[in-house]
């Protein structure tokens, strides 16, 4: 039997297990990145290993989130991120160099790598023909440590893409057909790998808006052949040395196949308030909107901006409307002064943003009350955008700008013909704001905001508590902790904590610390897919802070299981989903040798005290992830690995 691409990469970086689906296995990690939201705690995870220097092939700590800096706190970390690089031989790309999946992408990622990034959204490597996988920032640094990244041995979806896109329909509408038709929840342990005749009509700056939005399926990731386009696009960027091809064997095998015909696609919309809710544009025609958002990872890239320049050159922006375009990364935006592009924009009315990720994740241009907000971003949670009311709406940049242009939700197809994009054979390259000085001597800076990681102790052999909180399905990490304007307390442990489920119930922590006072353990009852979205691991190291000992849900996204797992929270899931709807919050729970269950058992009852019944949950951990729950966490098991 064949191999898939998928497959060839895993059987290359092989560490430990079998290739067999269901199976763990662990994996060399080649390259590594880090965001700022998430570098300082996963640095700080770091240098508690006491390991001298970094043992990857390359590892990049980018700034491109908390870059409004109001107050010391981001200023401080960024001085921490950049100490930390020069003592341990990371990269840095400084506050304006772009948004790390867009600068990875043109500077450093290659094909048949594997890269794993603190951030969800890594999976935009895969456009490239890397395995890139968004995972907790103490996961990054363990794999920066030289040690193996361990997942689920993948089930591998192929989709065959055939036919060419029509003018006006692009990558980001192909994604956006593909979340209506597999949704957002489901998919835990799948990886997409892309194929077909189609995929020659894709650049890679179109793969890998597909492969970034698929990071909001749920999956491990996805991937997209190397063949000559991805040469071409490595050529323009001075980097060919590293291209090498990569596809499928003929008679590879998948666990499921599913064709997409590119000609039969149209211009499509997310709704509020999931990346999921997926209607054609030409639906909602007519709809009067507040505010276009262009940029983020998903969709900042040249082309992009071009067309949208292209779109609105000598045409005005209606006055009930704000524009704000955000280049993704500083080679973009100088190709866009260089060739007036810029002026273009300026002269319609845009207000144009630095190249970081900024609205995409509420920091800055939360738009006006109950507003409709058009957004290229990857994610429409509500209350992201930082005004609760707002509806958001995730689009393509070429609908986008025809809404900004019309000040009404308007199809693209109505605009007459697109605008023909050249790209060049050559990009400028401009690596000095990213900044490689290894100093073993260098001081480590750290500011008043910036702790420590949190201590964690054994589990207990019993647990008794109340479940502090009870939610329904599809919680994501932004209901757990919240971003926008408390990203600045990311690196203060106890601050962040004051936080914890704000969206949901604000006295969430409060009630927390109380229990943990009196020695009481607090749970977590949720429905479907909790821990969707970001790869925040302070979904994570915060609950367990207020004293979180374990989450009762129908299902557990892939990253959040491993940010729980990793900190000594303990994931179980119902075995009757029936059970969810008799719990209610502050029911008291007994776990009564709960400790020998981790240990060996693949299920466990559960004594609701207050309620006077039972009810089974599933332990479905490997023999690794027991044995780091079992001694309270990843840095405790790295300590005392017997």
């Known amino acids: 039997m064949g191999l898939s691409i998928v497959q060839k990469i895993i059987k ?34 770091f240098e508690a290993m006491n390991i001298p220097e970094i043992k990857t092939e390359l590892s990049v700590s980018y700034v491109d989130h908390n870059t409004s800096q109001m107050g010391f706190e981001n200023a401080d970390d960024h001085k921490y991120l950049q100490t930390i690089a020069e003592k341990f031989g990371i990269r840095y790309s400084k506050a304006g160099n772009g948004i790390c999946h867009q600068v990875h992408l043109e500077r450093f990622g290659l094909p048949g790598k594997t890269l794993l990034g603190s951030d969800s959204h890594t999976p935009t490597g895969g456009g490239i023909g890397m395995l890139s996988i968004g995972a907790g920032g103490l996961d990054v640094a363990c794999a920066q440590a030289g040690l193996p990244f361990y997942i689920t041995f993948p089930k591998v979806l192929k989709v065959d893409l055939s036919g060419k896109l029509n003018p006006w329909v692009t990558a980001k509408d192909v994604i956006l057909y593909i979340l209506k038709l597999l949704s957002t929840k489901g998919n835990v342990g799948w990886v997409v790998e892309f194929g077909g005749d189609g995929v020659k ?6 793969r890998a808006t597909i492969t970034n939005m698929g990071a909001e399926l749920g999956v491990t990731t996805s991937i997209f052949p190397s063949d000559e386009i991805t040469r071409s696009f490595l050529k323009a960027q001075d980097r060919e040395s590293g291209w090498v091809e990569l596809r499928a064997d003929a008679n590879a095998e998948y666990d499921r196949r599913i064709n997409i015909d590119l000609g039969t696609l149209e211009p499509r919309f997310a709704t509020p308030h999931s990346p999921g809710n997926v209607c054609l544009v030409k639906e909602l025609v007519g709809t009067k909107v507040d505010q276009v958002c262009i940029g983020s990872c998903t969709n900042a890239s040249y082309k992009d901006l071009m067309t949208v320049a292209s779109m609105v050159k000598g045409k005005k922006l209606p006055a009930h409307v704000s524009l704000a375009v955000a280049p993704g990364s500083k080679q973009v935006f100088k190709m866009l002064a260089d060739n007036g592009a810029l002026l273009a924009l300026i002269n319609f009315g845009a207000r144009i943003m630095e190249s970081a990720c900024g609205f995409c994740i509420g920091n800055g241009q939360a738009p006006c009350t109950d507003a409709i907000s058009i957004r290229t971003n990857n994610r429409n949670f509500k209350g992201r955008s930082g005004t609760v009311s707002a509806n958001v709406y995730l689009a393509s940049p070429e609908t986008a700008a025809a809404c900004a242009i019309t000040g009404v939700i308007t199809d693209p197809r109505e605009l007459g013909t697109p605008p023909e994009i050249e790209i060049p054979d050559d990009f400028p390259i401009d690596d000095s704001m990213v900044f490689f000085d290894k100093n073993e001597t260098v001081k480590i800076y750290r500011g008043p905001n910036i702790g420590d990681p949190p201590q964690s102790e054994p589990l207990t052999k019993d647990l008794v508590g109340e479940i502090a909180l009870k939610v329904e399905d599809k919680i994501t990490t932004d209901h757990i902790m919240p971003a926008g304007i408390r990203l600045k307390y990311r690196s203060n442990i106890p601050k962040y904590s004051e936080f914890v489920f704000e969206p949901v119930d604000p006295t969430f922590p409060d009630r927390c610390l109380k229990n943990k006072q009196k020695n009481r353990s607090n749970f977590i009852v949720a429905g479907l897919s909790y821990g969707q979205g970001s790869s925040r691991e302070h979904a994570a190291i915060c609950p367990a802070y207020l004293g979180v000992k374990g989450i009762i849900a129908k299902s557990i996204e892939r990253i959040h299981w491993a940010n729980l797992v990793n900190f000594g929270i303990i994931p179980m899931m119902f075995v009757d989903e029936n059970d969810f709807d008799k719990i209610e919050q502050s029911d008291e729970l007994s776990m009564k040798d709960i400790t020998q269950a981790v240990k060996y058992k693949k299920t466990f009852v ?31 098991y790295i300590s005392n690995p017997e």
Do not use: C, W
């Open 201 to 206: 009509t894709l650049t890679v700056p179109e």
């Open 12 to 45: 290359s970086h092989l560490v430990e297990g079998e290739m067999k689906p269901g199976e763990a296995v662990g994996i060399k990690i080649d390259q590594t990145l880090t965001q700022d939201a998430t570098g300082t705690m996963a640095y700080l995870e």
């Open 606 to 636: 559960i004594k609701n005290v207050t309620k006077n019944y039972d009810f089974k949950v599933k332990l479905e951990l490997n023999k690794r992830e027991r044995e780091i729950i079992l001694v309270g966490g990843v840095l405790n």
